[in-house]
């Protein structure tokens, strides 16, 4: 991982458990209970993503984890739910982490540099996220699509309280006078997420139908460099 100085400790776990277990680990009762349950939610994360909710039955999900159906229902009571928990588990697994990463920029004095740590540090967990667990990356974009059907909820108590935050962060730099007083906060966040999302499949299409024709990043660092590169340049005076 890209070194990223008072953040750096953030991001030296690429080999963490599926962050679906990551929550839950050791709470949750015997280590085969746990390995059993992350079995279930493995599945369904791959089958969900691949075909969506309409699409995957709850005894396809059984025969992808090895398990018997009716531990589905003994663990996560209904599909609907086993749905909303891997998409729930990832996303406080993403507050957690987020979590660090605030954390230690309140610890610093509102700056230039700390701003573009932060920034940095966020991009940085974006592309960290979408290598680590494309699967359930899939299954939050069918969401956003659909209009968060399933997962308003999750959405409304973590991750719009993290663009909230993010707004703020921007928000900071424009008072302090280092961030350009003309870009609208909730616009430029939006924008980088999608950016950083959409970039990234394509680049992988890219790579795919081309076959070496296109010249694009090829490792997370490259990737966050280049996003720095063209964000920062518009957000900074």
């Known amino acids: 991982m890209p070194s990223m100085g008072p953040f750096k400790k953030l991001f030296q776990c690429e080999s963490a458990s599926h962050p679906v277990l990551a929550n839950t680990a050791g709470a949750i009762g015997s280590e085969e209970t746990e390995k059993t349950r992350r079995r279930i939610l493995e599945a369904a994360s791959k089958l969900f993503a691949e075909k ?7 005894r396809e999900i059984s025969k992808l984890s090895g398990t018997n159906i009716s531990m589905i229902s003994y663990y996560f009571g209904s599909k609907e739910e086993l749905y909303r928990t891997v ?60 209009g968060y059907i399933q997962s308003r909820k999750v959405h409304e108590e973590v991750f719009f309280p993290i663009a909230r935050t993010m707004r703020n962060v921007i928000v900071e730099g424009q008072e302090k006078g280092f961030v350009n007083e003309k870009v609208m906060p909730d616009f430029f966040f939006g924008a980088l997420i999608e950016s950083i999302k959409g970039v ?34 518009g957000l900074l005076r």
């Open 87 to 146: 998409i729930r588990e990832f996303a406080l697994f993403v507050k957690q982490e987020f979590d660090l990463l605030i954390e230690e920029y309140k610890k610093m004095d509102v700056s230039e540099a700390s701003f573009k740590m932060m920034i940095e540090g966020f991009i940085t967990l974006m592309i960290v996220h979408r290598r680590r667990w494309p699967d359930i990356c899939q299954i939050l974009e069918r969401e956003k699509i659909s």
């Open 52 to 58: 969506g909710y309409e699409g995957t039955s709850v």
């Open 200 to 233: 990234m499949i394509q680049c992988t299409a890219a790579e795919m139908i081309a076959e070496g024709d296109f010249k694009v990043p090829q490792t997370d660092n490259e990737f966050k460099e280049q996003f720095m590169n063209l964000f920062m340049k």
